[in-house]
């Protein structure tokens, strides 16, 4: 049995997530010495069982060999070159030479800036060098992506700070000094595409106050573009408390409302569902630039750009190859993601585990296929939180006891509110009076989900504090869930 196309892109793609993240765990040159010894056992394998064909294995049970010692082969070669890869980008700016310098710099903002409660964050790209820095602005400054910025300042270098290595996760955004007391004069607006495209964002942010109260209208602005910058410090607490930051992260529900409304217009209007869905892969790329091309988002962008595509071509899309896909893609762009970006490493860790999970939790169900809607809400949502809780208590050093129950009451109502959102939106820059009707709907829905989540993280027992973490304990815990969908998967419980 050889490997088809699919299957040798997933090999290699999964090979190459694995030799990304050993990069952070195990020492490269170790992990390649062991591709290379499992090489030599997998050729030794193949070898001896062609010489003994007759004697030793039938025909069946030979294919198999050659399969699964092509795929090790295969996905060894891509450890290899996932390793490699990693370690060349953790050297490059390995080094701060000119901290403590007072520069002038004069570039354009990289990012879209960050407003949080006292300032504005944004990042400059200095022109004709890779060199870039974080400033920190006052709250209230105007500037927005493509500006650009002439800068007075000292430059610092970061720091690693309650265990947190803050220097490694700046270079995972390129970013190489940061600018705390900065000058910073604007030169000149932004006229680039991805400059106009964040000044449309700031303008659909702006009729979204207007049409909607606060604190309704920031939740609206985070289901939307993602961020929860936009809501006050007491509501992130308590989204936090209760497990429900995620809503707000752009997500697969950012890009299945925005392939569903496009998909349905362009049917409506006309359009073969081939030239919809090429109409939604364009607005799905437009809408990542515009909200700044965070990890979650892109993943979500890159999964629902394949399945389009295998919709335009006529080709099933196995849902593991897709993400593991996927994340190859995004570790081929910059492999730091996998250990110092927090929304990476949940987003996937969610998509495997409702993946895995669900069916697991199906099978229990004499027959799942006509469970109410609300019992397969509490399913994904006990499949997505098993998944990635250690990654939460890890990072977070809490864990939320109301998640399963706030996401209950909320993410039913979730799907309905991001697409009157959406809609909101959209009206607003047609015709203006309609934007109204919808905005309405969306207030109330957006207010019933602040009103449950802040009730339940009013309650004393929402979140425990977690002092220590065992990473022996999280393996133990993964291998547990992996064991488990392993066991289903060999009854054929995937396979249905």
């Given at each position: 049995?050889?490997?088809?196309?699919?299957?040798?892109l997933f090999w290699g793609s999964l090979g190459f997530v694995i030799g990304v993240t050993s990069v952070f765990v195990l020492e490269p040159r170790r992990t390649i010495w062991t591709c290379v010894a499992l090489s030599f056992v997998c050729v030794g394998i193949v070898g001896y069982?062609?010489?003994r064909r007759k004697s030793v294995v039938n025909c069946a049970r030979l294919d198999d060999v050659r399969y699964w010692c092509t795929a090790i082969l295969l996905s060894a070669v891509f450890v290899v070159?996932?390793?490699?890869?990693?370690?060349?980008?953790?050297?490059?700016?390995?080094h701060y030479g000119l901290a403590g310098e007072s520069v002038t710099l004069h570039g354009e903002v990289a990012r879209q800036p960050i407003r949080s409660e006292k300032f504005l964050n944004f990042e400059v790209q200095e022109h004709g060098s890779d060199l870039r820095v974080l400033v920190r602005g006052a709250k209230y400054a105007g500037f927005s992506l493509g500006d650009e910025l002439g800068i007075t300042c000292v430059l610092k270098a970061p720091e690693v700070f309650n265990g947190f290595n803050y220097p490694r996760y700046l270079q995972?955004?390129?970013?190489?000094?940061?600018?705390?007391?900065?000058?910073?004069?604007?030169?000149?607006?932004g006229t680039g595409f991805l400059a106009r495209i964040a000044r449309f964002r700031t303008m659909i942010e702006a009729d979204l106050n207007t049409l909607i109260r606060s604190p309704e209208s920031g939740l609206a602005s985070g289901l939307l573009f993602g961020g929860d910058d936009r809501l006050s410090q007491k509501l992130q607490d308590a989204f936090s408390r209760t497990g429900m930051s995620h809503i707000v992260a752009v997500s697969g529900y950012n890009v299945s409302v925005i392939i569903m409304v496009i998909t349905v217009v362009g049917i409506y209007l006309g359009l073969w569902r081939r030239q919809a869905s090429i109409l939604s892969i364009i607005a799905i790329v437009l809408f990542v630039a515009m909200i700044g091309f965070p990890s979650s988002g892109v993943r979500a962008a890159v999964m629902g750009m394949i399945v389009l595509c295998a919709l335009i071509y006529g080709r099933a899309v196995h849902a593991f190859g897709v993400v593991i896909f996927a994340a190859a893609l995004m570790l081929v762009w910059n492999p730091l993601q996998i250990a110092y970006d927090v929304g990476f490493q949940l987003s996937f860790g969610a998509v495997l585990g409702i993946m895995a999970f669900v069916p697991v939790l199906e099978h229990f169900v004499q027959n799942y296929r006509k469970i109410p809607f609300i019992v397969e809400i509490l399913f994904v949502t006990i499949s997505a939180q098993l998944f990635v809780l250690p990654i939460i208590v890890y990072h977070f050093m809490t864990f939320s006891s109301v998640s399963l129950l706030t996401n209950l009451f909320v993410l039913p109502i979730l799907p309905f509110t991001m697409?009157?959102?959406?809609?909101?939106?959209?009206?607003?820059q047609i015709w203006f009076p309609i934007a109204f009707f919808f905005a309405l709907i969306s207030q109330v829905l957006l207010a019933y989900e602040i009103?449950?989540?802040?009730?339940?993280?009013?309650?004393s027992w929402s979140s425990v504090e977690i002092t220590e973490f065992s990473w022996v304990l999280a393996v133990l815990?993964?291998?547990f869930l992996v064991g488990i969908t392993a066991f289903f998967n060999h009854k054929g419980l995937y396979r249905k």
């Amino acid at each position: 049995m050889s490997l088809h196309r699919a299957q040798v892109l997933f090999w290699g793609s999964l090979g190459f997530v694995i030799g990304v993240t050993s990069v952070f765990v195990l020492e490269p040159r170790r992990t390649i010495w062991t591709c290379v010894a499992l090489s030599f056992v997998c050729v030794g394998i193949v070898g001896y069982c062609i010489q003994r064909r007759k004697s030793v294995v039938n025909c069946a049970r030979l294919d198999d060999v050659r399969y699964w010692c092509t795929a090790i082969l295969l996905s060894a070669v891509f450890v290899v070159v996932g390793v490699l890869h990693c370690d060349h980008t953790l050297h490059q700016h390995d080094h701060y030479g000119l901290a403590g310098e007072s520069v002038t710099l004069h570039g354009e903002v990289a990012r879209q800036p960050i407003r949080s409660e006292k300032f504005l964050n944004f990042e400059v790209q200095e022109h004709g060098s890779d060199l870039r820095v974080l400033v920190r602005g006052a709250k209230y400054a105007g500037f927005s992506l493509g500006d650009e910025l002439g800068i007075t300042c000292v430059l610092k270098a970061p720091e690693v700070f309650n265990g947190f290595n803050y220097p490694r996760y700046l270079q995972m955004r390129g970013v190489h000094y940061l600018c705390d007391d900065a000058e910073v004069t604007l030169i000149s607006p932004g006229t680039g595409f991805l400059a106009r495209i964040a000044r449309f964002r700031t303008m659909i942010e702006a009729d979204l106050n207007t049409l909607i109260r606060s604190p309704e209208s920031g939740l609206a602005s985070g289901l939307l573009f993602g961020g929860d910058d936009r809501l006050s410090q007491k509501l992130q607490d308590a989204f936090s408390r209760t497990g429900m930051s995620h809503i707000v992260a752009v997500s697969g529900y950012n890009v299945s409302v925005i392939i569903m409304v496009i998909t349905v217009v362009g049917i409506y209007l006309g359009l073969w569902r081939r030239q919809a869905s090429i109409l939604s892969i364009i607005a799905i790329v437009l809408f990542v630039a515009m909200i700044g091309f965070p990890s979650s988002g892109v993943r979500a962008a890159v999964m629902g750009m394949i399945v389009l595509c295998a919709l335009i071509y006529g080709r099933a899309v196995h849902a593991f190859g897709v993400v593991i896909f996927a994340a190859a893609l995004m570790l081929v762009w910059n492999p730091l993601q996998i250990a110092y970006d927090v929304g990476f490493q949940l987003s996937f860790g969610a998509v495997l585990g409702i993946m895995a999970f669900v069916p697991v939790l199906e099978h229990f169900v004499q027959n799942y296929r006509k469970i109410p809607f609300i019992v397969e809400i509490l399913f994904v949502t006990i499949s997505a939180q098993l998944f990635v809780l250690p990654i939460i208590v890890y990072h977070f050093m809490t864990f939320s006891s109301v998640s399963l129950l706030t996401n209950l009451f909320v993410l039913p109502i979730l799907p309905f509110t991001m697409f009157f959102v959406f809609v909101t939106a959209v009206m607003s820059q047609i015709w203006f009076p309609i934007a109204f009707f919808f905005a309405l709907i969306s207030q109330v829905l957006l207010a019933y989900e602040i009103a449950v989540i802040t009730y339940f993280a009013e309650r004393s027992w929402s979140s425990v504090e977690i002092t220590e973490f065992s990473w022996v304990l999280a393996v133990l815990y993964y291998s547990f869930l992996v064991g488990i969908t392993a066991f289903f998967n060999h009854k054929g419980l995937y396979r249905k």
